[in-house]
Each structure stands twice: as structure tokens, then as C-alpha cells.
């Protein structure tokens, strides 16, 4: 080759390297390659310079992440060869940088540096505001899945969670053998509050009952406001006699709730109806009808006092 041939093809490299690095600088993305095995930074874009500085020479985990004591545990390049040790194609993942903490989306390649050597080249395209919009949409959907099931007032569940869960945890019960108890209460007299104190006040003595039920049910029971000042109780894996111990347990913290209205004193009590199902072949609805039947029969013995369905 002659010495002007080669001067051309010289230029030719240059221009061609100049007008790609035009390309790669007007880029409002990262564009950077590393080397697989040193990790040294070939290159870096205008963009990528602009934050992490001029990296090209240096360590890509020194320099584009912060207290890295060694290459990133999340470095990707063992995902970009395939098993013979060749490039695998693209690999596209999200990752927020620990130096700016934005939200990336990179696009990763092992391509053949001009030299041969194997080399990673990440397309990194900044995500940050896609990611906080994708988190606010999540956190309401969160919410209004809870919103719409709970009971508004007593944030207890709400009726048709309970009719829901009730239903799958005797499904349960049915292939387990194991007994389900279901308990059904409801505050005595408290259309008197209502009348004597208010509509709001009686909305207090809701939310005071509410408490000391969400604090004594185990996490796996169900405690829900099923109606007006009706609370009704789904507990896995309990007999009878155990649900009883719970009941009367509630029915006695009840008892000793006082709710004052201005210089008032408002003593509330409640009464229970109590069921046990020992091997799930009874439908929530049935087993609650069954709780009501005996809660009926505690309202007409007087009140302030748990029955047992027969
Ligand atoms: N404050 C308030 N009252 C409610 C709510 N839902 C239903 N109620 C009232 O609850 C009362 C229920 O009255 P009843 O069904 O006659 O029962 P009770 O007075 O408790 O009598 P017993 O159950 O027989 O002891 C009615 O006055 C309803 O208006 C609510 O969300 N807030």
C-alpha cells in the first residue's frame, strides 16, 4: 500500500470517526462502551460525559456508579454472551444510577471493538420521570384496591370481603379437615345512641368497637362490618370452644369501653351468636345464617352474652 493510499484511507477513518462521534454527542441518551474484562471505558458520549465526567480511560465501576469495591453485582455483561462465549443479542433492563440516582433504561450489546476484543455497549435513555408517574399510578391503584375493601368508618373489612375470604377459607377448611368458626356480633340498643346522642356519636361508638376487634383477631381470622353495627368473624383452623374463649374475651373489652360525649359517659355492650363448621361443607352464607340464629337467641335472653348454634 502506498503512503498516500494509506494517508487517504487514514482520513477517511478519521472523518468517519468524527461525523459517528457527532451522532453519538447530539444523543440525549448514555452511550458508552466498556471493555468485558478490564472494564476500561472506550467510550463515552457528550451525555455521559456531561454527568459522570470524562471516564474514557477509567474503570466503568469506579467511575459510573458510587462504593463499588469491585466490578457491579448487577453488571450485566454475564448476560451478554451465550454459552460458546459470543454476543447473545440485546439485553434491556431498568436500573436507577447510585451516582445522579435517575431511573435509566439500558440497552445492552457485546459487540466486537475495531480491535476484536469483546466489548459491552450500554444505551442508557434517562426514565426518571416515566418511573415516578408508573410508582404514583401503583400507590392509588394500592390504595383504591384498599379503599374498596375496607369499611369506610371502622377500617375494619368490608362485607363483601368477608363474604369473599369466608368463602375461600372454608374451601381450604373442606381439603384440610380443619374446623372453621364463624362468629357474628352486633352492638345491643345502639339505635338508643343514635337517638339520644346523634348520628356522629353513634359513628364513635362504631369506630371505639372497632379497635379493641382489630387488636385481639390473629392475623390469619377475618373481622369485618357486614351491616349497620354488625361485625361478623371468620377464624380458621378454630373449634368451637376456642371461638368461644375469643368471644367472650371481645364481649368483656366491649363492656368496658366507655365513649364520652361532651360530659357523658356512653357504656356500650354487644351480643354474640357462634357456629363451628368441622369439615367445610357448609357455605358462608349458611354458617352465618347459623351465627345470626344463635345471636338472635342471645339478644332475647338479654343481651351482653355470647350463644352457641345447635
Ligand atoms: N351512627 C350510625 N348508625 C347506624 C349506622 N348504620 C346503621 N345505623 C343505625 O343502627 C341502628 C340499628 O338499630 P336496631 O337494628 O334497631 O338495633 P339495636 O337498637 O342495636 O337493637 P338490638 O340489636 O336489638 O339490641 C339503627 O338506628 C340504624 O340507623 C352507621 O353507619 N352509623
Given at each position: 500500500m502506498t503512503k498516500q493510499v494509506e494517508n487517504n484511507e487514514k482520513k477517511i477513518a478519521d472523518e468517519s470517526y468524527r461525523s459517528i462521534s457527532i451522532v453519538l454527542d447530539s444523543l440525549d441518551a448514555l452511550v458508552y462502551v466498556s471493555d468485558?474484562?478490564?472494564?476500561?471505558?472506550l467510550l463515552a458520549n457528550a451525555y455521559g460525559r456531561s454527568i459522570?465526567?470524562?471516564?474514557?480511560?477509567?474503570t466503568c465501576w469506579k467511575v459510573l456508579q458510587?462504593?463499588?469495591?469491585?466490578?457491579?453485582?448487577?453488571?450485566?455483561n454475564n448476560r451478554l454472551l451465550d454459552e460458546t462465549g459470543a454476543p447473545a443479542g440485546v439485553y434491556v433492563w431498568e436500573f436507577q444510577n447510585t451516582v445522579n440516582k435517575r431511573w435509566y433504561q439500558c440497552r445492552d450489546l457485546a459487540i466486537r471493538w475495531i480491535d476484536g476484543r469483546l466489548v459491552r455497549l450500554e444505551i442508557a435513555t434517562d426514565i426518571t420521570d416515566r418511573k415516578a408517574i408508573e410508582e404514583e399510578l401503583l400507590a392509588a391503584k394500592k390504595y383504591a384496591e384498599e379503599l374498596s375493601q375496607k369499611?369506610?368508618?371502622?377500617g375494619l373489612n368490608n362485607r363483601r370481603v368477608f363474604f369473599e375470604r369466608g368463602h375461600n377459607i372454608l374451601e381450604l377448611a373442606k381439603r384440610s379437615g380443619h374446623s372453621v368458626s364463624v362468629i357474628m356480633m352486633d352492638i345491643d340498643h345502639f339505635k338508643m345512641t343514635n337517638d339520644k346522642y346523634g348520628h356522629a356519636v353513634g359513628d364513635k361508638v362504631l369506630q371505639a368497637v372497632a379497635e379493641p376487634l382489630k387488636r385481639i383477631v390473629r392475623e390469619i381470622d377475618i373481622v369485618a362490618r357486614i351491616g349497620g353495627e354488625e361485625f361478623a368473624f371468620v377464624l380458621p383452623e378454630t373449634c368451637l370452644e376456642d371461638a368461644t374463649i375469643m368471644a367472650e374475651r371481645l364481649r368483656a373489652e366491649i363492656e368496658n369501653l366507655v365513649v364520652t360525649n361532651n360530659e357523658h359517659q356512653i357504656k356500650i355492650t354487644a351480643s354474640f351468636g357462634l357456629v363451628a363448621c368441622e369439615?367445610?361443607?357448609?357455605g358462608i352464607d349458611a354458617l352465618l345464617a347459623n351465627a345470626d340464629e344463635a345471636l338472635y337467641i342471645a339478644k332475647r335472653n338479654g343481651r351482653n352474652q355470647i350463644k352457641k348454634y345447635h
Open positions: 468485558m474484562e478490564a472494564y476500561e471505558v459522570w465526567g470524562d471516564i474514557r480511560g477509567q458510587t462504593d463499588q469495591d469491585g466490578p457491579c453485582s448487577f453488571c450485566t369499611d369506610e368508618l371502622t369439615d367445610g361443607n357448609i
